[in-house]
């Protein structure tokens, strides 16, 4: 390696690293920020607390939501984050490998609808789906999210988990064929472990769109007691701007909480799942 070439990946690395600071410093100025007093978080520049206290998140939990604690809101992002999970990974496994797979009458017409709904801006179709959900009777409840992922949804991660099992061989359906596993065992027994990142990424896409959303849940929900954490963070900022912040800022902690932790855990196979198409060579 000349020293050309050193220099260039030297100046690489560094732009990099200043660039990773600059879009984690929030997170990390938030999380110092969630041990201040409300005086500290806006009469001192430091990053770091004078002094560690965990009373806001005490006070936070008890009492962030007004009438509500912190904690029902955390139950009730589990609530309709983990049921969405669930059918999205069902539902986008099975349709990807229909398209991936399988030749039927009409494949062409059905895959270039499903893509062209990715077109459609959510503003177009968000009445729509609001007389639906209202002549249904589903509003104040958790089935216009988990219903839609249930029935197919998620466009994207459809096509995601289309162009990852149209990269696995089609010699291995054909093998496992021959040893006397129909098509949904070749589901069950090959493509579904070969497709492992592909799911992972599913899993934490959704996860990340349904835990953090605030607009679907503001337009469907109208029980205080139902609300999403997401929402339950909007009921902590009073109205004549007297905002506990230091509270703020450990309760948005710990809502941010189970998503780091589920993204550090499944970043190898994330990464993986995103990054390839399938099996190489």
């Not at 938030?30 to 005490?58: C, H, W």
């Not at 399988?102 to 179709?125: A, H, N, Q």
Request: aromatic letters at 14%; one cysteine or more; a positive charge.
């Amino acid at each position: 390696m000349t020293l050309l070439h050193r220099v260039r990946r030297f100046l690489l690395y560094l732009f990099l690293i200043a660039v990773g600071i600059v879009l984690i410093y929030p997170l990390v100025w938030m999380f110092f920020a969630s041990f201040k007093t409300n005086a500290e978080i806006f009469g001192s520049i430091r990053l770091l607390p004078q002094s560690i206290s965990f009373d806001s998140y005490v006070r936070g939990w008890k009492t962030g939501g007004g009438v509500y604690s912190i904690g029902l809101f955390m139950a009730n992002s589990f609530k309709l984050t983990v049921p969405t999970v669930l059918v999205t990974i069902a539902s986008s496994v099975l349709v990807g490998y229909g398209f991936a797979r399988f030749d039927f009458p009409g494949k062409k017409l059905l895959f270039s609808l499903m893509i062209s709904t990715m077109m459609l801006p959510g503003t177009v179709v968000m009445i729509p789906r609001y007389l639906t959900f209202h002549k249904l009777g589903w509003l104040n409840s958790y089935l216009p999210f988990i219903v839609p992922a249930a029935l197919g949804g998620s466009v994207f991660l459809i096509y995601m988990m289309i162009q990852f099992i149209r990269g696995i061989p089609r010699e291995m359906d054909e093998s496992a064929k021959i040893d006397g596993c129909n098509s949904f065992g070749i589901l069950c027994y090959l493509i579904i472990p070969l497709a492992k990142p592909a799911i992972v990424s599913v899993i934490i896409f959704q996860t990340l769109w349904t835990w953090n959303d605030f607009f679907n849940p503001l337009i469907y929900l109208n029980s205080t007691r139902k609300f999403p954490i997401s929402l339950g963070l909007r009921l902590m900022l009073d109205s004549s701007g007297v905002n506990r912040w230091d509270e703020i800022m450990a309760m948005s902690v710990v809502a941010i909480l189970p998503c780091v932790i589920l993204f550090a855990l499944a970043q190898k196979q994330f990464i993986e799942g995103v990054a390839t198409s399938g099996l190489k060579g």
